[in-house]
């Protein structure tokens, strides 16, 4: 899809659909005149639309305006329109759109849309609601339903506007370049497939690239996750990719982002129930959101060393599995006594994080991992948890999230929730009973942080939409790519 801004006046756009937004009351950016504004009064005051956040309008042959439809897409209150939801309100008039088979598109970007963050969440929403799940379908006719072309009109292409549409254009297509990944069923996204596309998206942005094999693993002593893998056919890896900038800010700085990458999980003889195990396939979504979020750093080039290191297992059943009472040795030195091998993730990330912060020196370190039920009992699916141990990182993490239009609840970690991780076996158990389940496996994954400002994504409820959305489709999310990137440029600007 080509997204550009253009300068021309709405009116005189000649294209298959005009957007406009219209806020409650019926008020549109900009003011619509002629037959078009009085067919929107009527279809207000009869009830037919009411201007709510992401519902849509189609006024066929409007008058006054050379385009061949216009779309009103309901904004609710003027004053409550934010960049999070004109970037769903953007999504959804796309996902209104393509059905009908257009090809091209405008929205009028005036008023409060007329600023560089308006502009980069159009850009983001539009491509992000044209991302579908259906690429292994073979009807022809499914294919035709794509728009060609999308443009943004302003009153003026100012240098700032440009920036911020590059910059959406790149973000949404690392976001949807990690749906693609999250979205793959496992026979085809197996953990060395994963290191393939690791490779071609290193060759392609010019990263720094090492895929840590099975043998390299067992030498160092990653002994949790190869205790994970071993009842799997297909080998393990760790992938840890590396960008370096020309200049940082500060060059004592190693941002760390880890991601969980269970490319399937029956969860082992602790097995879990068939219904819904086909969505095991997104248990990478940790790990494909870091290899994304890498893709847009290595474009937009913040200025500061960013590494990403994604733990790739499958976690299958066979005569060689992990077995519930196992004791295994981490890359830190400390043992877990397996007491359930469906908690398989946190014995990955420990490795991980370990490898990160002490053979590679990170020193702040970000995880995301599809980890706990519990969290999404705790939260829904509505917010991913975020624990951490740094207040400041904390307060980064945060503000890039709402600079992302991404979600998180701080989660408490006190230390008190070590009296549930214990064992008269092995330095730690990987679960802690039934309470607290989200903040034990938090605090099971501080274990192995070696201090460093640390903090935990656990996106179990958020990585997948089991509902499609308006503006979104059905299935993966590709949530936290937003987040990592306003995180590494804030890192960059500090």
Same mark, same amino acid.
């Given at each position: 899809?080509?997204?550009?801004?253009?300068?021309?006046?709405?009116?005189?756009?000649?294209?298959?659909?005009?957007?406009?937004?219209?806020?409650?009351?019926?008020?549109?950016?900009?003011?619509?005149?002629?037959?078009?504004?009085?067919?929107?009064?009527?279809?207000?005051?009869?009830?037919?639309?009411?201007?709510?956040?992401?519902?849509?309008?189609?006024?066929?042959?409007?008058?006054?305006?050379?385009?061949?439809?216009?779309?009103?897409?309901?904004?609710?209150?003027?004053?409550?329109?934010?960049?999070?939801?004109?970037?769903?309100?953007?999504?959804?008039?796309?996902?209104?759109?393509?059905?009908?088979?257009?090809?091209?598109?405008?929205?009028?970007?005036?008023?409060?849309? #007329?600023? /560089? +963050? &308006?502009?980069? @969440?159009? !850009?983001? %929403?539009?491509?992000? =609601?044209?991302?579908?799940?259906?690429?292994?379908?073979?009807?022809?006719?499914?294919?035709?339903?794509?728009?060609?072309?999308?443009?943004?009109?302003?009153?003026? #292409?100012? /240098? +700032? &506007?440009?920036? @911020?549409? !590059?910059? %959406?254009?790149?973000? =949404?297509?690392?976001?949807?370049?990690?749906?693609?990944?999250?979205?793959?069923?496992?026979?085809?996204?197996?953990?060395?497939?994963?290191?393939?596309?690791?490779? #071609?998206?290193? +060759?392609?942005?010019?990263?720094?690239?090492?895929?840590?094999?099975?043998?390299?693993?067992?030498?160092?002593?990653?002994?949790?996750?190869?205790?994970?893998?071993?009842?799997?056919?297909?080998?393990?890896?760790?992938?840890?990719?590396?960008?370096?900038?020309?200049?940082?800010?500060?060059?004592?700085?190693?941002?760390?982002?880890?991601?969980?990458?269970?490319?399937?999980?029956?969860?082992?003889?602790?097995?879990?129930?068939?219904?819904?195990?086909?969505?095991?396939?997104?248990?990478?979504?940790?790990?494909?959101?870091?290899?994304?979020?890498?893709?847009?750093?290595?474009?937009?080039?913040?200025?500061?060393?960013?590494?990403?290191?994604?733990?790739?297992?499958?976690?299958?059943?066979?005569?060689?599995?992990?077995?519930?009472?196992?004791?295994?040795?981490?890359?830190?030195?400390?043992?877990?006594?397996?007491?359930?091998?469906?908690?398989?993730?946190?014995?990955?990330?420990?490795?991980?994080?370990?490898?990160?912060?002490?053979?590679?020196?990170?020193?702040?370190?970000?995880?995301?991992?599809?980890?706990?039920?519990?969290?999404?009992?705790?939260?829904?699916?509505?917010?991913?948890?975020?624990?951490?141990?740094?207040?400041?990182?904390?307060?980064?993490?945060?503000?890039?999230?709402?600079?992302?239009?991404?979600?998180?609840?701080?989660?408490?970690?006190?230390?008190?929730?070590?009296?549930?991780?214990?064992?008269?076996?092995?330095?730690?158990?990987?679960?802690?009973?039934?309470?607290?389940?989200?903040?034990?496996?938090?605090?099971?994954?501080?274990?192995?942080?070696?201090?460093?400002?640390?903090?935990?994504?656990?996106?179990?409820?958020?990585?997948?939409?089991?509902?499609?959305?308006?503006?979104?489709?059905?299935?993966?999310?590709?949530?936290?790519?937003?987040?990592?990137?306003?995180?590494?440029?804030?890192?960059?600007?500090?």
């Amino acid at each position: 899809m080509e997204i550009k801004l253009i300068t021309t006046a709405p009116e005189l756009i000649e294209i298959d659909a005009l957007v406009a937004f219209c806020f409650a009351g019926g008020s549109t950016l900009p003011p619509l005149n002629g037959a078009a504004a009085d067919l929107l009064a009527e279809a207000c005051a009869s009830g037919e639309f009411d201007p709510k956040p992401c519902e849509t309008l189609l006024i066929h042959r409007p008058g006054g305006l050379a385009a061949r439809r216009l779309l009103v897409a309901g904004a609710g209150e003027r004053d409550k329109l934010t960049a999070a939801l004109a970037r769903q309100i953007a999504g959804a008039a796309i996902r209104t759109l393509k059905p009908m088979k257009y090809r091209s598109a405008a929205f009028i970007v005036d008023g409060e849309l #007329a600023s /560089p +963050a &308006m502009v980069e @969440a159009v !850009a983001e %929403g539009v491509l992000l =609601a044209d991302f579908e799940t259906d690429r292994l379908k073979t009807d022809p006719k499914l294919r035709e339903k794509h728009i060609d072309r999308v443009y943004l009109a302003v009153a003026q #292409a100012a /240098p +700032a &506007m440009e920036t @911020a549409l !590059a910059k %959406g254009i790149v973000v =949404a297509g690392a976001q949807n370049f990690t749906r693609t990944l999250v979205n793959e069923p496992s026979n085809l996204m197996t953990p060395p497939k994963l290191a393939e596309h690791a490779r #071609a998206l290193a +060759a392609e942005h010019g990263l720094k690239i090492d895929i840590l094999d099975e043998p390299r693993l067992r030498q160092m002593g990653c002994g949790a996750l190869l205790g994970v893998a071993q009842g799997s056919i297909e080998p393990p890896c760790l992938i840890h990719l590396e960008y370096v900038p020309d200049t940082a800010v500060d060059e004592s700085v190693h941002l760390a982002l880890v991601g969980k990458g269970v490319t399937f999980d029956t969860g082992g003889v602790s097995i879990k129930p068939s219904e819904g195990m086909e969505k095991m396939k997104y248990d990478m979504a940790g790990a494909a959101s870091v290899l994304g979020a890498m893709a847009a750093i290595a474009q937009l080039k913040p200025a500061v060393r960013v590494s990403a290191f994604a733990p790739c297992v499958e976690n299958m059943l066979s005569n060689n599995a992990q077995r519930p009472g196992d004791i295994v040795r981490t890359l830190s030195g400390k043992t877990v006594e397996v007491l359930n091998t469906d908690a398989e993730g946190r014995l990955i990330l420990a490795d991980a994080l370990t490898y990160a912060t002490r053979n590679c020196g990170a020193t702040h370190v970000v995880d995301a991992a599809t980890l706990t039920g519990a969290i999404v009992v705790a939260l829904g699916h509505i917010h991913a948890g975020l624990f951490s141990n740094n207040a400041a990182l904390q307060d980064l993490i945060l503000a890039a999230s709402k600079a992302a239009g991404e979600t998180f609840w701080p989660m408490p970690l006190d230390d008190d929730y070590n009296d549930y991780l214990k064992s008269p076996s092995a330095d730690l158990p990987n679960i802690g009973g039934r309470w607290g389940g989200a903040v034990t496996a938090a605090k099971f994954l501080e274990s192995f942080v070696e201090g460093k400002p640390w903090a935990h994504l656990d996106i179990a409820g958020t990585a997948w939409l089991e509902e499609g959305k308006p503006y979104l489709a059905k299935g993966p999310s590709g949530l936290p790519v937003r987040t990592f990137v306003e995180l590494a440029l804030a890192f960059g600007a500090r």
